[in-house]
């Protein structure tokens, strides 16, 4: 009789127990620290597809006036578009593409500061990729998370995407010289975002014409 | 939302692990998801299974765990999961709230999530 030695010894386990989701929230950490000791504001600009995110950017750096002190990362699926719309207010801009990503990453932003020469930068802004989903679980380590909707999504955007207002800052909402033609309430949107976020500053803006800019420029502390 | 690009990223650990240690086919890999996390649980398995295609994982079985979440909500101080109902679907995540009180204003201690626990191989 023959005796089939069992297989199994050659059957192995590797344990790794590694956090796919936290090795994000640990880049971000360090992205932080980066930014508290070169002493530079961080500031995540979140929101919807063509809510003005760009636009609101644009119109801040207008009237903050400090030329190359700011620096923008200009995050979008593959054109250089907003990057270039965004230097012709005498930014430092470095644009970052996520190819098929729908959220720009703690490690996307690492490797760009590390790209970037933030010697003499104060404020860091950064234009995450349109997308009211993503980027809620992937925290850059920006000191503030700014998310920016318009009446053009319509009246049920805060319902329908309650995560990423949780953990925003500040909410902004844009083109209101359109909601009357758009049939939006902009107090039942706010009604929501207090609901969800109750102590964070809700701000009407229109970015074409600078109508509100200026709140968020004092919510975000960048008077100086 | 993003499960390609996690579960790229997961093949990605799962190959350089094999690699690294002994080599040989990897038969099965165990990973254990958070129900606070926008990552579709058949989604995931779909995408692992395709990217695996090709590679010593061809064939492994995907054996996905969900973690349930527990909340600790800052208004009524409430301790615990959240209401049960459709786990990992985005629908079940937009309307979490406090199951006590309603509040969207809680500490989310458990269910974030996304671990790759290990892989099981043969030489
Ligand atoms: N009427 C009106 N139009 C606006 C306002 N803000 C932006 N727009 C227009 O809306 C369009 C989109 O603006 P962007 O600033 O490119 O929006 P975005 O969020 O950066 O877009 P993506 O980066 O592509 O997601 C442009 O045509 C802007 O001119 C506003 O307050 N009112
Ligand atoms: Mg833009
Ligand atoms: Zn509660």
Redesign the pocket.
Known sequence: MKIIKSKRSEIFDIELNKDLLARNRRLAKENRKRFDHSNILAIDIM????????????SILKRLGLGKKVAVIAG?LTTTI?AE?IEKEGARVIQVNTGKECHLDANLIRQAIERMKLGGVKVLFV?N??NLICPGEFPLGAHKRVV?I?VTEGAYTLIKHPYIFREADVIVL?????AKAMKVNSFQLEKDAKKINPNVPFIK?????GMGVSKIINVLGLRT | MHEFSVSSEIVKNVLDATQKNKGGKVLSIQLEIGELTFLNVEQVTFWIIELFKGSVAEGAEVKIKTINARIHCKVCGYKGGIRSGQKNSLRHLALCSCPKCNSFQFKTERGQECVLRRIKAVK
Not at chain 1, 47 to 58: A, F, N
Not at chain 1, 174 to 178: A, P
């Open positions: 929101g919807s597809i063509g809510s003005g995110k760009t636009s609101l950017i644009k979008d907003d719309r234009e990729v349109g920016v318009s844009n083109k209101i010289d359109l803006t229109n970015a074409l014409s």
